[in-house]
């Protein structure tokens, strides 16, 4: 499966992702904020075999994916400037749980209704949620919370070591991606987060 990126990614990571497989650059412009302005997260997110995407994604973005033949499933509301108008699509899923907030659009919603939905109050979900294996690392402890709540294992970082150029700090979800078994990291190996690889 290809990669869609921010389009600020490193160029040593690109590099790395084009040995794999097609890159695409992903930006929003001044659809959002310029901190989240790279972020495909944001406008899009996969359920089983459809990707719900933003009535206001990108154009490029939006002829890439239908290039790649993926079932698209437009979304209700459009993504705004803001939080929470950027937290629409952000969710986490998988083949049996939903992490939702109430910023959820309701297509996404919908299409979780055969998963195990858990409501969380963040609503930067997959920002802060991914998993590995059959384990999940979080950085949000909100998420961890909930999660821990459902006996779901779930492990929680600190996100104050992950740099985002206009903001605090960055999100755990964020750094990671997966291609087939390998688990691709963004970041310094030597960083605490790295351990939990």
Request: charged content about 20%.
């Amino acid at each position: 499966m290809p990669f869609i990126l921010d389009y600020r990614c490193p160029t040593e990571a690109i590099e790395k992702l084009q040995k794999l497989d097609d890159v695409h650059y992903f930006n929003a412009g001044k659809i959002v904020y310029p901190a989240i302005s790279g972020h495909p997260d944001i406008f899009m997110v996969k359920i089983g075999s459809k990707t719900v995407i933003a009535p206001n994604i990108p154009p490029d973005t939006f002829e890439y994916l239908k290039s790649l033949n993926l079932e698209l499933t437009e979304g209700k509301v459009s993504v705004g400037f803001r939080y929470p108008q950027t937290a629409q699509y952000n969710v986490f899923t998988d083949d049996n749980i939903a992490v939702l907030s109430s910023h959820t659009d309701v297509v996404i919603r919908d299409l979780c209704s055969d998963l195990d939905i858990i409501e969380v109050k963040q609503g930067y979900i997959a920002c802060n949620l991914t998993k590995i294996g059959k384990s999940y690392i979080c950085s949000d402890r909100g998420i961890e919370k909930a999660m821990l709540e459902r006996s779901l294992p779930c492990f929680y970082t600190d996100p104050k070591s992950i740099i985002l150029p206009g903001a605090g700090n960055g999100f755990i979800g964020g750094t990671l991606g997966h291609f087939g078994e390998k688990v691709l990291f963004c970041g310094n190996k030597n960083n605490p987060i790295a351990n939990l690889l």
